[in-house]
């Protein structure tokens, strides 16, 4: 709806998904050479209904007042098995297990948004957004193991267990944000943004043999909360002078989180328990210069510093059981990962084609990435940490090329040398590889108003932290039509057409 005074809308939307996927791991433990092979299929559903409602209201032509709510409720229900064969270093079998899950959660989200807009002039405002949002989701999950071995003296055995993992998370946000158009060739913007987050987590299990002799688990109990605030302040001038363009920013912003893992004394007891805690202050530059040359071509520099902040699932310390070979759990020491790039870069503009060229150097330092460790015999544990830092050099490709009136094609490439920093193995050695991938997407106007779009990726090899990652690629396919003289649209699309999606490490 639309008038001069009020603007307004509704929305409600359904969707329904089914994933299936699956994986094998093979393990060596080389202490004494025996092995642990797995394969997991999986297969996860979700429904929700999606709705969205808000107003604009024009109270005078330089002021507006809108105000939006969304909502989200649903559920989903998730299986998995896994087939274990552990066998010696002769390649006897030892023992054979199978692990099923069976899980079902429901959720449930809001978004509130209040925001005023106040216009000094046509070429300055100010946008001022209040908005609150509150998820929760209730999960329950039953494990169910069998294990037999090939050793007649041993006991064959049987495990039940039921989990029940309620998050609840809330999060407010204020931000403020100022423009002012100087001049035909300046311009300035600031703003501050501030981000109040709260999270509880408990987790509850029950552990036994079948499902009539289960007991709570004090064992695994854990209740995680998380608290973040962050504030950032931050200014940004562009302009313009002849043929040369220009952008300075500057980005101040303090982050304070703080987590607790209470165990079941902690929570029950009152035994003292530890809160991690952490604050920082932190500048966060960036420059953008490019200069206009004859005949549509173009030369850009820009350098930017940015940071990556671990989230609470990253942080939380409580152990996931979903695979007993393979504990999951996060890591409250986490800090933010940082991030430099310098990039020059040349343009060139031939009709309705583009290329570029860019040379980049780009490095990460605490680098947050999953590790993997032994623990026990048969176990490993899988976690989260800042592990170093790498850097990465090299140079892009890219272009956009109508070749026909009716064919248009998107290709994007990059080469470069990578190196990782490995402070988790002896001495800190360098980990480096020769990277390269290679983005695509073709449209086909086939006829007036029917589209077809083909977009793929490839990416090569590299190393990681703990050793490597191999090629992977997929193709996408989808049709548009249009019908009712272009007031109706369909799509049809395709994902990994080839089902060749793999990712191995």
Known sequence: YSSSKVDAYANLSYRNREMKGGGITSRENTTDNSFLDQTNRSKRQHNNWFGRIGATWHITKSDDLAFNMTGMTGGGDNNESIHYI????????????????????????????LNY????SENSNIDLTVSNNQWRNDGLSIYEQ?????????????????????????????????????????????????????????????????????????????????????????????????????????????????????????EFNGKPSETFEKDYFKLFPSAFISYALPKNNEIQV??????????GGQLNSFRNISDASNISFGNPELTPEYSHSFELNYKKNIGEHTVSATVFHRSRKDKIERLRVPYEAGVTLDSMANVGHDYSTGIELSGQVQLTRWWNVNLNGSLYHYKVKNQYKTGGENETSTNYDVMW????????????????????PSVTTQGRTDAFWYVNLAVRQQLMNRKLAATLSFRDVFNSARYVS
């Open 86 to 113: 552990s066998t010696d270093k002769q390649k006897n079998t030892v023992y054979t297990s199978d692990r099923t899950t069976d899980g079902n959660s429901d959720m449930k989200m809001y978004n509130l948004e």
């Open 117 to 120: 807009l106040h216009k000094f």
């Open 146 to 266: 069998s294990t037999r071995y090939t050793d007649t003296g041993l006991t064959d055995k049987q495990e039940y267990q039921t989990q029940e993992n309620n998050i609840r998370n809330k999060n407010w946000e204020v931000q403020a944000d100022y423009t002012n158009k100087i001049s035909d060739a300046s311009r300035i913007e600031a703003g501050y943004k501030g981000t109040f987050q709260r999270e509880s987590s408990p987790v509850d299990t029950y552990s036994g043999t079948t499902a009539t002799d289960i007991e709570q688990d004090q064992a695994l109990y854990n209740r995680f909360l998380y608290n973040q605030d962050v504030h950032a302040l931050y200014m940004t001038y562009g302009g313009k002078w002849n043929n040369l363009s220009y952008q300075a920013g500057l980005r101040g912003e303090y982050w304070r989180v703080d987590t607790r893992s209470l165990d079941f004394d902690q």
């Open 302 to 311: 820009n350098c930017t510093r940015r940071l990556r902040r671990p989230w």
């Open 441 to 460: 997407n073709n449209s086909f106007d086939v006829f007036k108003y029917t589209r077809i779009q083909v977009d793929g990726n490839f990416v090569g």
